[in-house]
């Protein structure tokens, strides 16, 4: 590298853009960070801080043989930022990771905001800049940088919808009938239940699920109507109820792994409450996604035992999600196919949920890095966690490429096989995690 390196673009400070500013930063590379927030906002942000997250508080599972614990282990290995932040502002979440989410944003903020090596403009970026430069401008990229990225690759993008689920205070929530225990008692140590569980019988989840059904959407907005498409693994309570009475049942509001105290048996139905913030007095709905106009949500919403008097500092909403269709655009070292400094990194590409987008962000970070140092990008192993994700996105069949969370399926087949489920993806984190330590300790 050369005595004063060139300073690197980064637009947007997501999670995928904090972590690559960081990434960048920590190898000695100036980074100008670009964040058009509060100037400028979204139709889900609320506030100007970094890493803000606008839907779940959860970043998901902690053990690594589930899929994402396995993503936050490789992460946590390869030096993260966002999870080291997670880590420390940790919430009850039984085996999930879920933090208080203003004050992980402020942390993520301050640690970006105070390197020497960083410099944040708070202004909109509207078009690709020369030189070295990572976007990671997330799924609500504004217009006019939407429509540059548009014109760069030839093509129109595709679009998905994405949902907030609603958030109660505590005090508001009825015990009993509701009570708190996580799923088969899988806590995370603390003396109560990490969940608050508000049971239905067989005739208030039918009732209730009528009542979703006739319930009044939020129009959407003109452009918004052009291509409607959901992401599956974070539809809307009105759209799985609309598919089939015990969509709900089977999805957000399985009871499974739980037993109400009033009656020593397993509810027909449950809907689930997981702590928000660091107090503990603000709850999210799990798995309540919604677009439901505000007034109906909260009569329906109030249909559910223990929320007859719930307080709702926050309703849902729903927004269109932006991404690539990456296998065309991208290579598996989240590069630019027809330019090599130009690299994405995030939601835009199409990998879904908070610890995806963290991991394109160090992923891209390290890589530009690399290139601003003459060394060539790498991608990630396929038997990784994060390069099978990547390898997804930049080789799916684009005709019908659709976001994606880590998952197991993912990965290579083991060989030779395993049959049995839970030793199988414990040899896949095992596989994983060597892969990415004879990865890490190749040379250039």
């Keep these: 590298m050369s005595a004063t390196p060139p300073t690197v673009t980064v637009i947007g400070a997501g999670l995928a853009?904090?972590?690559?500013?960081?990434?960048?930063?920590q190898r000695g590379i100036?980074?100008?960070?670009?964040?058009?927030?509060?100037?400028?906002?979204?139709?889900?942000?609320?506030?100007?801080?970094?890493?803000?997250?606008?839907?779940?508080n959860s970043f998901g599972a902690l053990a690594a043989d589930k899929a994402l614990g396995l993503l936050k282990a490789e992460l946590r290995r390869l030096g993260s930022l966002i999870i080291a932040c997670a880590d420390r502002n940790a919430l009850p979440a039984g085996g999930a990771l879920a933090v208080a989410r203003d004050h992980f944003s402020a942390e993520v903020t301050a640690a970006v905001s105070s390197h020497p090596l960083i410099t944040v403009v708070r202004e909109e970026?509207?078009?690709i800049p020369g030189g070295p430069t990572l976007v990671a401008s997330g799924p609500l990229t504004s217009a006019a940088l939407g429509e540059a990225i548009g014109a760069l690759a030839g093509q129109r993008y595709l679009y998905f919808y994405d949902a907030l689920a609603p958030i109660v205070t505590l005090e508001s929530v009825a015990m009993p009938p509701a009570w708190r225990q996580s799923r088969y008692d899988r806590d995370s140590g603390a003396s109560e239940g990490d969940y608050i569980n508000c049971p239905l019988d067989?005739?208030?989840?039918?009732?209730?699920?009528?009542?979703?059904?006739?319930?009044?959407?939020?129009?959407?907005?003109?452009?918004?109507?052009?291509d409607e498409r959901f992401f599956e693994g974070c539809l809307p309570i009105e759209v799985l109820a609309a598919r089939d009475t015990l969509a709900l049942a089977y999805g957000p509001m399985r009871p499974v792994g739980l037993r109400d105290p009033a009656?020593?048996?397993?509810?027909?139905?449950?809907?689930?409450?997981?702590?928000?913030?660091?107090?503990?007095?603000?709850?999210?709905?799990?798995?309540?996604?919604?677009?439901?106009k505000w007034p109906d949500q909260r009569r329906i919403l109030r249909l559910i035992p223990g929320l007859e008097q719930a307080e709702f500092v926050r309703l849902g909403q729903m927004h269109r999600n932006t991404f690539l269709n990456s296998p065309t655009l991208l290579r598996p070292t989240l590069q630019w196919r027809d330019r090599e400094d130009l690299l994405f990194a995030g939601q835009i590409i199409g990998t879904e949920g908070y610890v995806g987008s963290t991991a394109g962000g160090l992923l891209a970070g390290i890589n530009l890095a690399r290139l601003v140092a003459g060394l060539p990008p790498r991608a990630l192993p396929v038997e990784t966690m994060m390069g099978a994700l990547f390898h997804y996105a930049t080789h799916a069949d684009p005709?019908?490429?659709?976001?994606?969370?880590?998952?197991?399926?993912?990965?290579?087949?083991?060989?030779?096989?395993?049959?049995?489920?839970?030793?199988?993806?414990?040899?896949?984190?095992?596989?994983?995690?060597?892969?990415?330590e004879a990865w890490i300790a190749e040379k250039n």
């Design 17 to 25: 853009g904090s972590e690559a500013a960081w990434q960048l930063a």
């Design 30 to 56: 100036p980074v100008r960070l670009y964040e058009m927030r509060p100037q400028r906002s979204t139709e889900a942000h609320q506030t100007g801080g970094f890493a803000e997250l606008v839907c779940s």
């Design 125 to 127: 970026v509207t078009a």
């Design 202 to 226: 067989r005739a208030q989840y039918e009732t209730f699920v009528a009542a979703v059904r006739e319930a009044e959407r939020i129009e959407l907005r003109h452009f918004e109507q052009e």
């Design 263 to 292: 009656t020593g048996r397993r509810p027909y139905a449950v809907v689930q409450l997981r702590q928000d913030n660091l107090a503990g007095t603000l709850f999210n709905i799990v798995g309540f996604q919604t677009n439901i």
């Design 399 to 436: 005709k019908d490429f659709q976001p994606m969370k880590a998952n197991l399926g993912l990965l290579p087949e083991l060989d030779p096989p395993v049959r049995d489920k839970q030793k199988r993806n414990q040899a896949h984190a095992a596989r994983a995690l060597a892969a990415l």
